[in-house]
């Protein structure tokens, strides 16, 4: 069960890749689900993902048990319920920078007073067959929740972000965090201080450490320099234009 354990596994420490999906289309999760990701992250923040493209991609990957995660475009309760009642198995929140903020999205993904509305009939819940106590359980249990630390201020408070009850990982955004630096490229020592320090944070909370990279060489440098083990690589757009790219090129150099 991939998606039933993946909490568990992301919690490890073990390796993960995976990558944003920038195109809303059920089509392209049915054939990354065939791959060797570990999961998908259906990107609503900087992509067209309306509320019927996530119900029917989340739903593609709830049926090929292919873990589904959405960056949420806003922080909001009911952008995080949506996404976790359509069946992703969590939420990654985008400009996480107090602890405030993680609290509020912690509760709004997870059951109790004040948090995430309960509902038994959603694809989550696997419509109206599962008990509460099944499905409280379930919640405790599967539900991911990552912060994207992606501002300078949200570096200065990685550690009380880290240490929120609820907050299952951290995201450290290289692209956003290099331009709050003041930076045109990511090979700042801004960003190299950033990462190191999140990611003590993370371990120092027992919390997951993740982030974006361009391919497997950036990951493998990262995994050994600043202890990141989830990877968030590309997305379908660059892999579809490197494999095009490719081919042209092999076509181009017949003699």
Request: net charge negative; aromatic share 8%.
């Amino acid at each position: 069960m991939r998606t039933a354990g993946f909490r568990e596994k992301m919690l490890s420490g073990a390796p993960l890749a995976g990558t944003f999906l920038k195109t809303p289309a059920f089509q392209l999760v049915e054939v990354l689900a065939q791959s060797d990701l570990d999961f998908l992250c259906l990107d609503a923040e900087h992509a067209p993902f309306d509320r019927a493209a996530l119900d029917i991609c989340i739903g593609m990957g709830r049926a090929l048990d292919f873990p589904i995660l959405v960056r949420v475009g806003e922080a909001t309760p009911a952008a995080i319920l949506q996404s976790l009642d359509h069946g992703a198995v969590g939420v990654v929140v985008p400009h996480v920078m107090t602890a405030e903020q993680a609290e509020t999205m912690a509760r709004a993904a997870r059951f109790g007073l004040h948090g995430r509305g309960y509902a038994g009939s959603t694809r989550w819940a696997d419509y109206a067959t599962r008990a509460m106590p099944d499905l409280l359980a379930k919640s405790r249990s599967e539900t991911v929740v990552i912060a994207q630390i992606e501002e300078p201020e949200g570096v200065e408070a990685c550690e009380a972000i880290a240490a929120v009850p609820g907050i299952d990982g951290l995201f450290l955004g290289p692209a956003d965090l290099s331009v709050g630096y003041g930076h045109d490229h990511q090979s700042s020592d801004d960003l190299a201080a950033a990462l190191t320090r999140v990611g003590e944070a993370a371990r120092g909370a027992g919390k997951a450490y993740m982030s974006f990279v361009p391919d497997a060489e950036k990951a493998q440098e990262w995994a050994r320099a600043y202890g990141v083990s989830m990877f968030f690589i590309g997305s379908e757009h660059g892999w579809m234009r490197a494999g095009a790219n490719a081919a042209a090129r092999g076509v181009r150099a017949i003699d």
